[in-house]
């Protein structure tokens, strides 16, 4: 089944357990401005008002413009496709009369970005449309919708996933042959785009920090591109790095120690980092299970890591991962103000969600893992192989 | 100057025109759901609640996320970058409250969908953060500055503009060498990509259909994909493609005609037709003009093809290009329903439109040329060289 008709077919089980008797996706111009649930919607983008509508009593409807009619028709998702040449108005009208919806939920969201699709002129317009059928005051947010759909991972969505990391790791191991001391940040940023491209896929996220590749003491925020820094010996070395498989993410991070000559292992201060870390990883991860919040795990890795004498990361544990690779509402994240309500969700099956602990070791640089794993009723299931070794790359230079 | 210095300067003139004291553009995790405004305001997405603020006395201030602020700082296009930790909201309440503005633009719009740009959720976030401060009432659309600082193009915009023609136009004369009959529409398109990779360029839209590519009679409307149709002696061919230089657009039509064996000439009735189109986009140019409305230039060159004795084109007769193949608000297209308001505005000086007339040939095809122009004070200028004559493709299979 294609991804389409699995998430259509999810969204009228989801209305009914939420009891929301119908849930519209209103969008024009995709191009220029989307709705992040579209791609579960609809194969391509859409050029004129467009309505997708899906109701508790199982109907699915598409209202498009009629140049859109046959590839939306072709998903199979839907009960009725209409082509319009005049406009949208009549046939949406004439749809919501009959149906008659007590609740009509929409994709708006103070709190969750990627619940957040509709625009406000395009809520104007829906909203005065209702109006003249009386139901404006039906309109409610679609957020647990959204939220629960992009969530509740589908097989064909895991599967993407699991080759998305599986290439991921690939890239890891051939890259462990790449860095050497000499070699700048922007090399090994180089060399892991590189390997994308020859699997054909496409990162993860914005290229200018995919990777992102930070060595040694010196190294900056998060957020911060690759530059012209050289691999040291006695660096501790870290990488961020996804990709996009058939449009869906990986996300992990790995941590290498560049060996001082002589060296057959790293410094115990740098074991220490890491063993803290792998720690951190398996307690949180063991403790996930449905029903448990999303703050309650990234409690027990922070305090681990505070407990060894680090810093407390200043992020969020984890993030769930999907068609972005920061997606979905719930997070493994303390309760901080800038996170709003989300880490106050409780997790659920089918959940993909990163765990990335972070710590800094003072003279060599960060230590961080990002493993990925997936909420299934009996507890988190690594999808990822968690990394449970520091990786040593020679001092030599060639 | 950069494109973002260029644009917040004009935006402060912009807002002294329509005397609104203030336009905030208001957005958060931009990569999931960015506002189309963005890229004349930002060099790169943006993680967390951020406001880009322009007001009518000249001062331009953005408030973003702590990560973002030195890549913000660095566009030199702000007077202040405030980066926040905690949050958004005491930076931008401090600051209303001390500028207190009483017409506060953002960017939605119910008809004009680039203008459209703040998610509903986002609007609430503001609406609510104003109605604290008293000041929700001073809310109106930020439309007309969104469209005038779009649509009123700069130097370097518009030598974006005409180096992206000059690469469509390379590419139209090299393909006039591959097209050949027995070759498919997909092979042509083929080609084309391929020569838009090798100029290093990204194509203008979707790329499954750019380029567009119709042969002969039979040919689909005109949002289809190429397909294995062979090109045969007697078609009429034509190609709708464009290409991204430095974020700006092109997007061109050329005809083509593939000659019968003996033939040296088109035959009368595709002649008729190009000369049709041709005069049509002519005579439209000659008429364009700031203050001259939209529609009144579409029915110029609809009367033309109409009074030729063809079926009127279904579409507009030009859009704007920009950062977008369509681009701004202001449309040279028939006072339809489903193009709103567009038709009804004003030329004004730094518009850069298409002009794309379009006409069948019974049993030989489609023919239409679409050429770019500019409007300046003295008139249109052509960005493009226009296509004066048919291009005529030997019949010979190699």
Chains 1, 2 share one sequence.
Request: aromatic share 10%.
């Amino acid at each position: 089944m294609s991804i389409i008709k699995e998430k259509v077919k999810q969204a009228k089980q989801i209305l009914k357990e939420f009891d929301v008797d119908c849930w519209i996706t209103f969008v024009r111009e995709s191009q220029l401005n989307g709705d992040p649930i579209l791609p579960f919607l609809a194969p391509a983008d859409v050029t004129w008002h467009s309505a997708f509508i899906v109701t508790k009593d199982g109907q699915t409807k598409a209202i498009v413009g009629l140049y859109d009619q046959k590839t939306i028709e072709e998903t199979g998702a839907y009960d009725e496709v209409i082509g319009f040449v005049e406009g949208f108005r009549e046939p949406l009208k004439n749809y919501l009369q009959q149906l008659n919806p007590q609740k009509i939920a929409l994709n708006y969201s103070v709190d969750s970005e990627i619940c957040d699709g509709i625009t406000h002129g395009m809520f104007l317009t829906l909203f005065h449309l209702l109006k003249e059928l009386g139901m404006e005051q039906r309109i409610i947010s679609a957020e647990q919708i959204v939220s629960a759909l992009r969530q509740r991972k589908t097989k064909t969505e895991i599967n993407h996933i699991k080759k998305a990391i599986e290439i991921t790791e690939t890239i890891f191991e051939r890259v462990t042959h790449f860095i050497k001391p000499g070699k700048t940040e922007k090399l090994v940023a180089q060399f892991m785009k590189d390997q994308a491209k020859t699997f054909g896929v496409e990162l993860a996220w914005e290229p200018l920090v995919c990777p992102a590749v930070f060595t040694g003491p010196e190294t900056a925020g998060a957020h911060y591109a690759p530059i012209d820094r050289k691999i040291e010996p006695g660096h501790v070395l870290n990488m961020d790095f996804g990709v996009r498989y058939e449009g869906y993410c990986s996300d992990m991070q790995r941590t290498f120690y560049i060996l001082e000559p002589g060296q057959q292992e790293a410094p115990a201060e740098v074991k220490k980092g890491f063993a803290t870390i792998v720690q951190a990883i398996e307690e949180s991860a063991r403790a996930m299970r449905p029903g448990v919040l999303g703050k309650e795990i990234d409690a027990i890795a922070r305090s681990i890591v505070v407990e060894a004498g680090y810093d407390e990361f200043p992020h969020g544990l984890g993030h769930q991962v999907g068609r972005f690779s920061h997606d979905g509402t719930a997070l493994l994240g303390p309760p901080w103000e800038k996170y709003a309500k989300k880490p106050f969700y409780p997790l659920e099956e089918g959940m993909v969600f990163t765990i990335e602990p972070r710590l800094t070791v003072e003279g060599r640089g960060v230590v961080t893992i990002e493993e990925m794993v997936i909420v299934t009723k009996n507890g988190a299931q690594f999808l990822s192989h968690p990394q449970k070794e520091l990786i040593l790359i020679s001092a030599n230079e060639r």
